[in-house]
Each structure stands twice: as structure tokens, then as C-alpha cells.
């Protein structure tokens, strides 16, 4: 009798467990689960896992919460989450042994975490993935050449764990929001990123903003958010990567803040490459004022880009190439559509300083200079001496200036007869050096609508100051050397400023770069409760300021990697098992980013979302059409609908 009941109170013990077990790893997979501690859980104070707006008001999501009252009679021990992540990487398979394995791995800590290092990036551009990549690498070299011990223990890989945090639903920061969509051989580079995101060391949290400060170009109110200090709290050290090119620097020029038409180069930019917060769902008034300005304008549109840098030639090579070679590539959709019915009359360039100190790359200046069907008209091309002198300390610089002098002369032997572009098709670009924009004029001063640009005044400039390092200032005879050229659209291209994380905590200068030692250590103010840690760290543009191609990032990374490594060696830094709550649902991780990667490229066979409607239906139609043509992807260019595919995907 006895023996009976204790068989039945095992038996239906066994199933409920075996219940548990099922829903907590459905939830596991739906919620992108990957970390869960009884002892974390307790111990956390603060919303680690915020909503943003909703900043500490709640620590996780309900639904997490819920999963976590579930998980807590499963396992009570602090444990190393990585190989909860594991699973979820390698497919997130559902089946039964997956459920034993999940139960098997959250209830045994692991000793080896004892020893293991685990940092926190923050940002998954090039330099947070360099980064990545160096702290996975680093070695115990010099420990070992000061030990007695045997040779076999000389570079000894130090045992280390990357967390990457990401504000957008997509990683790899400017390489996919910056590089020119007809540039895709630059974005092969993300095929090395993928590869490290699929390392086991190695988890993604994107949609997951850090640091409390919110900028113009965040589409605010769907991610999560996360602060420096806490990250500090859970790891052995902190490495911020979050670049620095959020907002474009202004010109300062009457009427800059007030006409419609006016936008930086990053604006732009962010347009044609589809960020979710400059896509017409979230920016429509943005949209909509570019594509009228592109499309309406009877005489053709007349865009002015300030600035002499590649950024410069990208945007310019993006209004004057013809809308059939950009359907092949990643370009998003929505600029693809307003560019295909766009009539652009012309496009100018314009320098503040001579052709000698322009930051054109010889390879992209040729590039669009040598599209079909354009006049090209360079200005103010004679050169001093001064300018030679300059340019022969930078080959690139004479370079540049060498093809603008060929496509110069093979410009005036085909030079058109009027202002405008000859024939239907052709357009102009111009290119003017030693000129600076003084002000912006609207469209019709007796129109309804005065508040857009019609107009820019440009006046000349001269040089002054020491070879090498000459500034520009505009000429004193307005009436001689001022001009007023057409100006539907005006780009300014002239730098950017980054956002500052965290004022108080992370020191940055007026455009936003960090305050280091020369190497990555992020230098603090001496009032800062941070001080006393010394485990932060700064690489990429936040750390040099906006300069540099993405190769750059590698030395930059290796750098700040080499500045942690001693740390470790010196012993400043200690190892941290990067315990976390679980992160909500909408945390995009590794694994999902994947599903949106092979949705985006056409290769998934299942992208429907929850409520299947007729978008969802032309993106089908458009998956369809990425397989046919030569279309690299077809970028999601909505975050409630990233969220969406990947729900659906989970469920
Ligand atoms: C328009 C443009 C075109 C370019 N084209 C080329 C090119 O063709 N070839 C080339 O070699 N180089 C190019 N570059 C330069 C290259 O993109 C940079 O060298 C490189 O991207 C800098 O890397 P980064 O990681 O420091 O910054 P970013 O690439 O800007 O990455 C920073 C990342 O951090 C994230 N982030 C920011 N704040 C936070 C936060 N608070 N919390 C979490 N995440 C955050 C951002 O979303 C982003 O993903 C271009 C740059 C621009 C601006």
C-alpha cells in the first residue's frame, strides 16, 4: 500500500517535471533565454534589463519574470550560462534530449569560471567585433616567460568571454548603415563577424542600448537599456565601441536650422541604408521631403553636398548612379523607389579649403567621376605652391588630385553648352574647391510655403596660416566672390559628433571621443564613483574620433586588447562569471540575428510573422525577387517587424 503510493507520488513527480521541463525550454527558445541564476536574481537590484523609458521601473520583462518563478525549482546554483546560448546557436533544437541537456547544464556551475575573464563591449561595429575577436585571442605570454614551469606553458590562451551589446536590432554598426550599398565587396567583412558570433564565447545582445543618454537617431521606445555601471557589475571589464558618428557637426549658417531640405551626410546616409529610425515608418516627414525634392522639382533637383571627404563621394555616387545598378544591391527599398523616379539635375560638391587638403580617396574619386552619362565641371583646380608642397608629403592627397585634374580636361573637351545637363538623362556634377556655404535661402520668398531651401549662397575662400596646416576664410569682397547656386537638397559632410554615453561616468570631449591613456584605458574624471575600478575601455571611432576605414579598427582594437591583457597580468583585473538575469524577449541574440540575416538574404523558408498581411506578402514577393536577381539582401528596415520575424520564428 505504502510502497503504491509512493510509486504514484514519484510517477506524477516525474511527469510534472518532465512538463516543466518541456514549457520552460519552449520559453527558453522564445525568449532568447540565456542566463539564469537564483543568486544573480536575488542579489540584482536595479533594472539591468530596463525598457527604455521605463528606466528601473522594472527588472525583466512579465514574461521572463514568469519563466524565471519556473526555473527556480530547477536550479539554485549561481551557474555559467554559455552553453544555454550554445544550444540556442546551434539551432535551438526542441526535442527531448535538448530539454535534459538545458536541466543537465543549468544546475552545475561550472569550475572552469572560476578562471575565465568576461567583458562587456558596447557597440558591434568594426572595432567592437575586432575587439571581440582580440579578447578571445589573448595570451598569458609574458606570465610564462617569468615562470619556472615547463615551455608547454607559454602562450597560453587566456580563458575569456565577450558579450556584445548593440542599440539597433541589426549588428555590426556602420558596415551595414554606412558603407555605401554599391559597395558590397567593403561588407564581406561582416562574413569574419558572423563567424565570431557563432563561437561559442561570444553572445549578442542587440536592441539593448547602453548608458541613459538618448540621441536624435535612436528610435527610442522599443529597445532595452542597460547601464555602464552595471555592466561594470558583472564584468571584469568593459570595452566601449559605440563609435561616433550619431550626429552630423552643423555648418552654422543662416537658416541651417530652419528650411526644409537641409540634412547631414549621416541623415542621408541613414535613408538609403534603411536604419530603422530614418525609415519612412518611424521618419516619414523626412521621407516624404526627400523623395518631393528628388521628384518634383521641374527643372530637375539640384543637391549640394559640403564637404570633400569620401562620405562626400559615397552620397554623391548614390544620387548620380543609375537606379538599375542599385537594385543590385543592398540598398533599402524605400530610397531604391524614391531614387528610381528621381530627376536629379545636378549635383555639387563643395570644398572650404583647396584640392590639396581634400580627404577624397583616389579610388572613390575615379569612381564616380567615371559614371556614364555625366558632365563633370571642376572649379578652382590651380594649385600653389604651398598646395604642392602638401600634397607631396600624402600620395593619396597628389593622387586625388591627379585624377581630378584628368577629369578636369576630359570634362572640358566634352563639356556641355548651358548650365544644365544635356539631354535627358545626363546630369552634372561640380565640383568646387575653395568655396564655404554663408547661407540658405528659401525656395520662393513670396510662396506659401517659404520655410524650403531653394537656394545657397557660396562665397570664396582664401588660405591663411603655415604649409601643412592652413585654414580657410572667406573672402572680404562679398559682392565679387559671392554666388547663388539652385539648392534643393543641401548635405552637409563636414564630421560628425558622437553621442556621449554616460556624462558622469564615461569622460568624453565636445565631439563626443572618449578621454583615454593613449592606448584604450579610459581615463576618469577624478570625481567619478567609477574611478576607482579602472576596467573600462574605449575602442574604434569612440576612442580615435571619426576617422579611419574599418582596417583601421583592427590595429585600435588590438591596442586596447593589449592594454587589457596587461591589466589581467598585473592583476587589476579579476575574473567575473558574467552572470545575468535572463533578458527579455525582444532582446535580439546571436541566433536570431540569423534568422533576420537569412530572411533578409531570401534563404529563409519561413519569415511570416504573427499577423501575416499584405507587406508581409510583398516581402515574400521580394524574397523571391533577391534569389532571381543578383540582390545581396533586402534589408528589414522596420524594428517592430525584426521583432516579429523572430518571434514568429521562436514560436
Ligand atoms: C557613411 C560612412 C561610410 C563609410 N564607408 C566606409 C567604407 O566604404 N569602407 C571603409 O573601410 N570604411 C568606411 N567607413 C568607416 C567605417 O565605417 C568606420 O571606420 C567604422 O565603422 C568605425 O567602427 P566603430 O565600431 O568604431 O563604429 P560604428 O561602426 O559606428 O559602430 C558602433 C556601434 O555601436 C552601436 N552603439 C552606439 N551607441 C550605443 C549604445 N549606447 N549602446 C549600444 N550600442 C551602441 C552602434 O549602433 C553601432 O552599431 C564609413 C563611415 C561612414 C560614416
Same mark, same amino acid.
Given at each position: ?226 547601464? !555602464? ?118 549635383? =555639387? ?64 573637351? =566634352? ?51 603655415? =604649409?601643412?596646416?592652413?585654414?580657410? !576664410? ?38 563626443? !571621443? ?74 535580439? =541574440? ?62
Amino acid at each position: 500500500m505504502l510502497q503504491n503510493r509512493l510509486r504514484k507520488t514519484l510517477l506524477c513527480s516525474a511527469s510534472k517535471l518532465r512538463i516543466y521541463s518541456r514549457r520552460q525550454e519552449q520559453q527558453f527558445h522564445q525568449n532568447g533565454v540565456v542566463a539564469m541564476s537564483f543568486v544573480s536574481f536575488s542579489s540584482f537590484s536595479g533594472g539591468v534589463w530596463g525598457r527604455r523609458r521605463v528606466i528601473r521601473e522594472s527588472f525583466v520583462d512579465d514574461d521572463v519574470a514568469f519563466h524565471w518563478g519556473r526555473m527556480r525549482s530547477l536550479c539554485c546554483h549561481p551557474c555559467g550560462n554559455n552553453d544555454n546560448i550554445n544550444s540556442e546557436k546551434s539551432g535551438g533544437s526542441k526535442n527531448a534530449t535538448t530539454t535534459t541537456t538545458f536541466r543537465r547544464k543549468f544546475t552545475s556551475a561550472s569550475s572552469d569560471e572560476n578562471e575565465q575573464y568576461s567583458f562587456a563591449i558596447v557597440g558591434s561595429g568594426p572595432a567592437g567585433m575586432y575587439a571581440a575577436d582580440k579578447l578571445l585571442h589573448m595570451k598569458n605570454s609574458s606570465s610564462s616567460s617569468s615562470s619556472s614551469s615547463s615551455s608547454s606553458s607559454n602562450n597560453v590562451l587566456i580563458d575569456a568571454k565577450v558579450d556584445v551589446y548593440e542599440k539597433e536590432c541589426f549588428p555590426y554598426g556602420l558596415v551595414r548603415f554606412g558603407v555605401a550599398p554599391d559597395h558590397q565587396a567593403t561588407k564581406n567583412v561582416t562574413n569574419k563577424f558572423d563567424a565570431l558570433l557563432r563561437d561559442e564565447r561570444v553572445r549578442l545582445f542587440a536592441n539593448v542600448k547602453v548608458g541613459s543618454v538618448g540621441n536624435e537617431n535612436d528610435d527610442d521606445g522599443e529597445g532595452l537599456r542597460v547601464s !555602464t555601471k552595471e555592466l561594470l557589475e558583472r564584468y571584469s571589464g568593459v570595452v566601449l565601441a559605440h563609435g561616433a558618428a550619431d550626429n552630423d557637426r552643423k555648418l552654422q549658417i543662416e537658416n541651417e536650422d530652419t528650411l526644409r531640405g537641409v540634412y547631414g551626410a549621416r541623415q542621408f546616409v541613414n535613408w538609403y541604408n534603411g536604419l530603422p529610425s530614418a525609415a519612412p515608418m518611424r521618419n516619414k516627414e523626412m521621407h516624404e521631403d526627400i523623395v518631393d525634392r528628388l521628384q518634383n522639382k521641374k527643372n530637375g533637383s539640384n543637391v549640394v553636398i559640403v564637404g570633400v571627404g569620401n562620405v562626400t563621394l559615397d552620397c554623391a555616387r548614390i544620387l548620380l548612379r543609375s537606379p538599375e545598378e542599385l537594385k543590385e544591391t543592398d540598398i533599402a527599398s524605400h530610397a531604391l523607389e524614391a531614387l528610381e523616379k528621381a530627376n536629379v539635375n545636378s549635383v =555639387t560638391i563643395v570644398g572650404r579649403r583647396s584640392v590639396a587638403q581634400a580627404k577624397f580617396s583616389p579610388k572613390e574619386l575615379r569612381e564616380v567621376l567615371n559614371l556614364p552619362d555625366l558632365d563633370v565641371q571642376i572649379d578652382d583646380l590651380e594649385v600653389t605652391e604651398e598646395d604642392i608642397e602638401e600634397m607631396n608629403a600624402s600620395r593619396p592627397r597628389r593622387r586625388a588630385f591627379e585624377v581630378l585634374e584628368k577629369a578636369k580636361k576630359e570634362g572640358a573637351a =566634352t563639356k556641355s553648352d548651358g548650365d544644365d545637363a544635356k539631354g535627358g538623362t545626363r546630369k552634372i556634377l561640380r565640383v568646387l574647391f575653395l568655396r564655404s556655404p554663408t547661407g540658405l535661402l528659401p525656395e520662393d520668398d513670396i510662396s506659401s510655403s517659404p520655410s524650403s531651401l531653394g537656394f545657397v549662397k557660396i562665397r570664396k575662400n582664401i588660405l591663411q596660416g603655415p =604649409t601643412g596646416n592652413r585654414q580657410a !576664410t572667406l573672402s572680404n569682397d562679398q559682392v565679387r566672390d559671392e554666388t547663388i547656386l539652385p539648392c534643393d537638397i543641401l548635405i552637409r559632410s563636414v564630421g560628425y559628433v558622437g553621442d556621449k554615453l554616460e556624462p558622469n561616468l564615461v569622460p568624453s570631449d565636445k565631439n563626443g !571621443t572618449i578621454v583615454h591613456d593613449g592606448l584604450g584605458r579610459v581615463r576618469y574624471n577624478e570625481d567619478s564613483s567609477a574611478s576607482a575600478t579602472g576596467r573600462l575601455y574605449v575602442c574604434g571611432w569612440a576612442k580615435r574620433g571619426a576617422s579611419g576605414v574599418i582596417a583601421t579598427n583592427v590595429q585600435c582594437a588590438e591596442e586596447t586588447a593589449e592594454a587589457i591583457k596587461e591589466d589581467i597580468l598585473n592583476g587589476l583585473l579579476k575574473p567575473a562569471a558574467r552572470i545575468l538575469p535572463p533578458p527579455p524577449s525582444n532582446t535580439i =541574440t546571436a541566433s536570431k540575428w540569423f534568422k533576420l540575416d537569412a530572411v533578409e538574404r531570401g534563404e529563409s523558408d519561413r519569415e511570416e510573422t504573427e499577423e501575416e498581411d499584405v507587406e508581409e506578402k510583398s516581402e515574400s514577393n521580394k524574397k523571391a525577387l533577391n534569389v532571381r536577381s543578383r540582390k545581396p539582401r533586402t534589408k528589414i528596415v522596420d524594428r517592430d517587424r525584426a521583432l516579429a520575424i523572430v518571434r514568429a520564428a521562436a514560436s
